[in-house]
């Protein structure tokens, strides 16, 4: 559907940006070989790929922020050669990235005033900021301090900080990752609305019916190399996903036999302060969660997730101890080591630092959680060959692909590394189990073992709490769903009975009517 | 063409190992230069550097009164330097250790009350110097002050206090107005183990230490807490250890370490407490961890090397007129030289060449 103003795009002689062969390579690995793409003007360009598919690489290339190996970039038919992002930006191209950098200290218009290159006064940015967010229907108020918004609100800064540029290219980094439904419903007709001023998006994502409702064409990158090119709304969900994967991704089934019994994870009133003081108020948290029993956390991040996580795993105690009860033992002042000795075990969302030590090797990882109760440790000596066997061990249940026996955890990809954390904790036979962000950039592969061993775990009689931001994760696996909105947890809903209206209403703050704290049964 | 720095994706074993004894010939170059600077002959001051104490009894057994107390204290910091928490002030943990151990020599002189007097002497020195290494850990962790600055600064609180006492209260009535103790009973001084040298039973001392630290970091829950620690404060966190308990358990080892070899260095070759019975240990054992890899054995064989730099700077010294400082050049350029060596365990240099071309291997 061109429009006639600018003719067909393909028609005109050159595309705005061109990349031919364009080549990065970090040591042996080839984070993008060879990739041809082309970005015309009034067009919203989708680049699909998974986690480690040099999607991001390639972005960084094009706005300058690290140089390729090898091959060449047109822009408007004129080679270049970018050494920086403000080169870039002098052309007129846009990035919105999926990490903000902003300062959370300082006011909207002080952030948007130092990002900028030219000379202007901070009130003169503050008019037009306002003039542009207002024109675009992003409302922001320039003199708010960044720590007060909300996650949308902060990338309202990041999309007005790249439109004040007047860019004829902007790029977007998986811009509704962090957005309600609804919030991501305003952004495609902003999305929209640039378009038909003539801009070139390029849309990066991994939801593929965004992509089919929104984009003109998708460029799919796979391994570091372009796969396809294609009209996205002429392909399917499950074909956009094959060509991503390079196969078919394996179903999840609900094993048989799941049985509700008693509550094993009861959480009575928590409340805590944050120790951070840009964190999240932890308010009147209140759950039960029986064995067999998956119960999904659902919210946009930074909403107190990482504090219930902190809370519920102990490296963060409850004022009372009866806040927190495990297995019928009140756990809020239990240590972290003695909640796992009463038979719980936790998947931090942090692979790296957190949920394991990067530079040290598997075992010394299988040791680190498994140290409190699993005979690794006799009268204060290691049991050095009871921590491999647990690598082994998770190596062979859950498929985890590394060079040697015994690597460090840092060499691991990202989907290998997750399915040895969830396994070395499911191995351990827990009884409870709090995981945050099981699947977060994982590959597909790797995410249906992980959310397979998670209801396989509920099967067998265990309670699982699964923090997630993907709504669809939590559809497939959990019973129940709740949302975290401010620090308060919304009353759990049936999966059944969760559309993602009613998930998206509550992530952003309403309350469907129902009394806040309120205890749900069991579904 | 351009060099890049780029990171492995796994550490070197290989570098680890080779690192320390790539600094040393980095090292032994830059001296020959400087030896020709000054206008020696390099290979002459080199061999009488390195070469010269080995082939000498005399020599070796000195090699090793020096390595013992370089061992113990730098074993005690590499359990800090392995934790991230750096403890600078063992030169003061070592004095204040001499100073606790020698009281007790001191109050029993001559009055031969028995054999429990050493082995008292010892356990004063260690906690002693304990006590003193809890105070920059006490303030680290209470109050978030800087443990490298406050434990550097009580070195000199520690000097300067030994200086008071063998100048005022503990002198020697005898001594000639020299600020010295007396000489210790022989209850009260380490035993040597063979007759007629000066080598002592503190030498055995340090290499039980450094079998037990080796035993403990490689096999023990404790030492996977502070290799941990050290490691991955927050992946630490999660596997349930507590990092400030931390902090102040490897603090008090180290000050007890470092005091236990200032009483045996005291009580052991010295024979009195005096000022300046330390020749810097305490510093150049920071040294000796870095190049021992903070690893037991390692810090063992750097213990020795780091003695022969004393030895050979002294020989250098008479034999050549090589000023005694340039033994701390050394120590100095070899630290830095270590450092540096040491990122290529976890980088390495790659050279690129830059095409524009489209490569060839894409397919």
């Known amino acids: 559907m061109p429009d006639s103003t600018l003719g067909d795009p393909h028609s005109g002689a050159a595309p705005l940006l061109q990349t031919i062969g364009l080549t990065k390579r970090y040591g042996d690995f080839l984070a993008n070989d060879s990739i041809d793409i082309d970005i015309w003007p009034q067009q919203i360009h989708a680049l699909l790929g998974e986690n480690g598919a040099g999607k991001s690489t390639l972005v960084k290339a094009i706005y300058g922020l690290i140089q390729p190996t090898a091959g060449e970039m047109r822009w408007e038919g004129g080679k270049i050669v970018l050494s920086g992002p403000s080169q870039a930006r002098a052309l007129g191209i846009g990035m919105v990235f999926q990490h903000f950098s902003l300062f959370d200290n300082l006011t909207v218009g002080e952030n948007v005033a130092l990002g900028l290159d030219g000379k202007e006064s901070l009130k003169d940015v503050s008019l037009r900021l306002a003039q542009v967010s207002s024109n675009y229907g992003l409302p922001l108020d320039p003199r708010r301090e960044v720590w007060q918004l909300s996650v949308g609100e902060r990338q309202r800064i990041e999309i007005v900080r790249a439109l004040m540029q007047n860019p004829k290219f902007l790029i977007l980094d998986e811009p509704t990752a962090v957005l309600t439904p609804q919030e991501a419903d305003q952004l495609f007709i902003v999305l929209e609305r640039l378009k038909s001023e003539g801009r070139a998006i390029l849309y990066i994502s991994h939801k593929l019916e965004e992509v089919k409702r929104l984009c003109d064409i998708a460029t799919i990158l796979r391994g570091g190399k372009k796969v396809a090119t294609c009209n996205p709304r002429e392909e399917t969900a499950a074909s956009l996903a094959r060509m991503m994967v390079g196969s078919n991704i394996r179903e999840v089934k609900a094993p048989a036999g799941r049985q509700t019994t008693i509550p094993r994870l009861v959480v009575n009133d928590l409340s805590l302060e944050p120790d951070d003081p840009h964190g999240v108020r932890l308010q009147h948290i209140s759950l039960e969660l029986k064995g067999g029993e998956i119960l999904g956390v659902a919210g946009v991040a930074g909403n107190g997730q990482d504090e219930l996580f902190a809370a519920l795993s102990g490296e963060r105690l409850a004022q009372d101890p009866g806040t927190i009860v495990i297995d019928g033992i009140a756990a809020g002042q239990l240590s972290i080591t003695q909640r796992r000795q009463l038979g719980a075990a936790f998947v931090p969302e942090e692979r790296l630092g957190h949920g394991t030590a990067p530079r040290m090797r598997l075992s010394e990882n299988a040791l680190l959680t498994g140290h409190a109760a699993s005979g690794m440790v006799r009268r204060g000596f290691i049991n050095i060959a009871a921590t491999l066997l647990t690598v082994d061990r998770a190596t062979a249940s859950f498929d985890v692909r590394k060079a040697k026996r015994d690597p460090e955890a840092a060499s691991l990809s990202g989907g290998n590394l997750q399915k040895f954390i969830v396994g070395r904790e499911i191995l351990r036979n827990p009884g409870v189990l709090v995981v945050s962000q099981p699947t977060w950039g994982v590959d597909a592969g790797a995410a249906a073992v992980i959310r397979q061993a998670l209801l396989d775990l509920a099967a067998a009689g265990a309670a699982v709490l699964v923090t997630s931001q993907d709504l669809d994760e939590l559809a497939e696996i959990a019973d129940r769903i709740a949302v975290m909105f401010h620090g308060r947890l919304s009353a759990p809903l049936a999966t059944a009975d969760a559309s993602r209206e009613k998930l998206g209403l509550l992530m952003g703050g309403s309350s469907l009517g129902h009394k806040e704290g309120a205890h749900a049964a069991g579904a | ?363």
Not at chain 2, 7 to 31: C, D, H, Y
Not at chain 2, 211 to 231: C, D, H, N, P, S
Not at chain 2, 282 to 295: E, H, K, M, S, Y
């Open chain 2, 1 to 363: 063409m351009q060099l890049v720095l780029e990171k492995r994706t796994e550490r070197s074993n290989t570098i680890a190992l080779v690192s320390p004894l790539i600094a040393i010939g980095f090292t032994i170059v830059t001296m020959g230069i400087l030896f020709a600077i000054l206008g020696k002959n390099p290979l002459a001051a080199l061999g009488v550097y390195f070469i010269d104490p080995l082939t000498d009894p005399y020599s070796l057994q000195e090699i090793a009164v020096k390595a013992t107390p370089l061992v113990m204290i730098a074993i005690g910091l590499s359990f800090c330097y392995l934790a991230n928490v750096w403890n600078i002030g063992a030169e003061g943990q070592f004095l204040i250790g001499a100073v606790a151990g020698s009281w007790l020599a001191v109050k029993t002189q001559g009055t031969d009350v028995g054999y429990w007097v050493l082995p008292a002497m010892l356990l004063l020195g260690a906690a002693a110097g304990a006590l003193y290494a809890l105070i920059p850990a006490l303030c680290r962790v209470r109050f978030g002050a800087s443990e490298i600055l406050t434990s550097l600064m009580l070195v000199y609180v520690a000097d300067l206090f030994l200086d008071y006492l063998v100048r005022g209260p503990w002198r020697d009535p005898k001594g000639f107005n020299f600020p010295t103790t007396a000489e210790f009973d022989p209850v009260a001084t380490v035993p040597v183990l063979i007759e007629g040298s000066r080598l002592h039973l503190g030498s055995i001392i340090a290499l039980i230490v450094v079998a037990a630290a080796a035993i403990l970091l490689g096999r023990t829950i404790k030492g996977f807490e502070i290799r941990v620690v050290g490691a991955a404060p927050r992946a630490a966190r999660f596997g349930g250890f507590n990092a400030d308990r931390l902090i102040l358990l490897t603090f008090a080892v180290s000050g007890a370490l470092a005091g236990l070899a200032g009483i045996i260095e005291v009580a052991g070759p010295i024979g009195h407490l005096q000022p300046g019975i330390s020749p810097g240990y305490g510093f150049t054992a920071i040294i000796v961890a870095f190049l021992g890899r903070l690893n037991p054995i390692g810090i063992l064989i750097a213990g020795l090397f780091l003695a022969l730099t004393f030895i050979g700077g002294e020989q250098a010294q008479i034999a050549m007129k090589i000023p005694l400082d340039v033994t701390k050049v050394f120590q100095g350029i070899l630290l830095f030289y270590v450092l540096a060596c040491d990122s290529m365990i976890t980088y390495r240099f790659r050279l690129i060449f830059p095409s524009r071309k489209v490569s060839s291997g894409a397919a």
